[in-house]
Every structure is written in C-alpha cells, then in structure tokens.
T-cell receptor, first 115, second 114 residues
Framework: AQKITQTQPGMFVQEKEAVTLDCTYDTSDQSYGLFWYKQPSSGEMIFLIYQGSYDEQNATEGRYSLNFQKARKSANLVISASQLGDSAMYFCAMILPGSARQLTFGSGTQLTVLP | DTGVSQDPRHKITKRGQNVTFRCDPISEHNRLYWYRQTLGQGPEFLTYFQNEAQLEKSRLLSDRFSAERPKGSFSTLEIQRTEQGDSAMYLC????????????FGNGTRLTVT
C-alpha cells in the first residue's frame, strides 16, 4: 500500500522569500505519479504541479518547482518569491496505475506568508 | 470549462436524517470521484466512476452511503441515517485522460451532523 508523509504541520515564510514543503512517499511500485495541491480557506483543491516517476527532469510550473529525489523517495515542493496569496494548506498526493485511479494524500502543511 | 460544481456548499442535519449531495463534473470529463476530508487531514478516497459505472468503492464507504452517476453526467452521494462521525467536507473531482491526469476538484460540501 502506498503512503504519503508530510512532516511539517505548519510553515512560515516571509513575503518574496522561497520556501520548501517536504513530502516523502512509500511505494514498491516503479510507476507512479506525484501531485501537489493547494487548498485555500475557501476549500477548493487547486492542482499545482505533477511529477511522473520516470520523468528525468524536475517539474516546474511558474513559481512552483518539484524537487524530485527518487532514491530518497522525496518530492518536495519549492515555492519561489512567496506571495500573501500563497497562504493555504498544501497537500502532496500519489497515484499508482493500478490503484483504481485514487489519489492518496498526505496530511498537509499549512503555509503562512508573512508581510 | 466552468469547473466542478457541488451543491449544497453547506448542510446541517440532525443525526438519523438522510442527506444527498450533488456534483456536476467538467462536462467532457468521463471520470468522477468522491473524497471525504475531516479537519486537519488530507482527503480520503470514497468512490470512483468511469462514465456511469461505479468501478471502485473504499472500505470507508459503509452501506449507509450510496453514490450514483446516472447517464455518466452528474453524480449524487447519499448518506442515510447520518451519524456525528459523518461530519466532514465531501469533495467531488473529475478528470479525463490517463491515470496520471490531474483531478479537478469542486469547492466541496461541508456536512455538519448535530
């Protein structure tokens, strides 16, 4: 069974600084996908970035990048130039091809951006 | 693309009552998912439809829960004889494409059972 661990319940970052949110995963499968989602206080889950297990390059989407270290089974999210609107809950999630297409989520990290 | 729509946004009900939630996915998406999220936790998978077929149900989905997706369009999630432990945010998501396509989530329905 797959598992996602996010060890930082809360993080603070100064506006315009970069921040790294940690995510480790556990699976015996060779093929899998890793996602990061943002959940503001409004409740909607917003897709940020995706990394496939066979992707050789780290994924990037604007200010978001994913630091993928396969041997360590980590998929940390890096947010550059933090903005006040980045304050939200951030979830790491994994999907396996044979898992009936269900995402397994971590417990999340609450990010607060300070002015 | 109008996004995934869920109704209602909030529902307060008394223990023992039945409730029904509705989800309208993105129109061209053939896959639809229900997740449940309790305070301070990540969402947990409940069930998954491909078109009108319910292909997977979590063990979390007790026999008091039932989900339908008639005609492969909108979906409903019904909870019968609600219990206080059912209080949670119920999230609907839809997707199209291979297994690693991103899920697009709605704003959720927050259920409070008193």
């Amino acid at each position: 069974a797959q598992k996602i661990t996010q060890t930082q319940p809360g993080m603070f970052v100064q506006e315009k600084e970069a921040v790294t949110l940690d995510c480790t995963y556990d699976t015996s499968d060779q093929s899998y996908g890793l996602f990061w989602y943002k959940q503001p206080s409004s409740g909607e889950m917003i897709f940020l970035i995706y990394q496939g297990s066979y992707d050789e390059q780290n994924a990037t989407e604007g200010r978001y990048s994913l630091n993928f270290q396969k041997a360590r089974k980590s998929a940390n999210l890096v947010i550059s130039a933090s903005q006040l609107g980045d304050s939200a809950m951030y979830f790491c999630a994994m999907i396996l091809p044979g898992s009936a297409r269900q995402l397994t989520f971590g417990s999340g990290t609450q990010l607060t951006v300070l002015p | 693309d109008t996004g995934v729509s869920q109704d209602p946004r909030h529902k307060i009900t008394k223990r023992g009552q039945n409730v029904t939630f509705r989800c309208d996915p993105i129109s061209e998406h053939n896959r639809l998912y229900w997740y449940r999220q309790t305070l301070g936790q990540g969402p947990e998978f409940l069930t998954y439809f491909q078109n009108e077929a319910q292909l997977e149900k979590s063990r979390l989905l007790s026999d008091r829960f039932s989900a339908e997706r008639p005609k492969g369009s909108f979906s409903t999630l019904e909870i019968q004889r609600t219990e206080q432990g059912d209080s949670a945010m119920y999230l609907c998501a839809s997707s199209l494409g291979p297994y690693n396509s991103p899920l697009h989530f709605g704003n959720g329905t927050r259920l409070t059972v008193t």
